[in-house]
């Protein structure tokens, strides 16, 4: 499949995206020579703070894509490392003292299993932190469901769907996988951007990404045209435009004891 991450696009929206992202950070305690992963790093800037925050001895950023790990490498050094990887293989050896990863866990299928690698794969009183989207309801997404209807043909019936169970199911598995602490959040960003467009340029750089890998280019524009349409059907465009935007973000420490 083609990589159609793309830095600039998906940093266009950096004020909303960041936000989560330091809340996330937030959550995470440091601890004297930790390691780290960042699981589904993108750019490396936030990783890049992360380690810094932490102080942490290593950091290992992991990434799919060639476009972001082009932008994240040359902020490497001070033990800050960027891989490319699938975070659902997990192939990085060892064990880490923490296991991040922002904005990137919805893009990956069947997350209990997922979880059980994770816990697997941290040391004692190792920590876990994840935010996500959980906007599956959303009526943005419903329109972007609509606009894949109508385009069957050219994505081979292809829906993307977002992948993020209840928060109530995160709190059991943590629970079930030896997390004797936790912290399990539902949070609304209530942004505001320019305009209704901004809402199909704000998920160009991310849900309609998917989209994007399975059109040719001229199809893809069509279908982000058709996706500003419905919106336009739907909504009217008030300038600001208030987006609101629920996220998951969980944290999760293990037993200091193995
Ligand atoms: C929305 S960006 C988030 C980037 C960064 N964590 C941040 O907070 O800015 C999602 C990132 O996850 C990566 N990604 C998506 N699916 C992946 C997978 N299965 N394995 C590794 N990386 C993946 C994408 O390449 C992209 O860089």
Redesign the pocket.
Known sequence: MR?T?SPDT?NRFKEQ??QP?YDLCAMVQARPGMRVL??????G???RYLHEKLAARETLG????DN?LAQARPREGNGLRFVR????ELDVPGEFDVIF????LQ??ENHEALFEKFAARLTPGGQLAV?MPYNEKSEFHRAARDAAAEFREPLGGYVRHLVALAPEVYSQLLHRLGFAEQKVLLRIYPHELPSLDAVVEFYR??LLTAYEARLDAAAYERFVARYGEILHQRYADARPFFFPFPRILLWGRKSPRA
């Not at 990863?101 to 990137?104: F, I, Q, T, V």
């Open positions: 990589d991450w998906y995206r960041s992202f960042d699981l589904g790093c993108g750019p800037d936030m990783t992991l990434d799919a894509s972001m990887g699938k975070i659902e990863s922002n904005a990137a893009w990956v935010q750089g991310s």
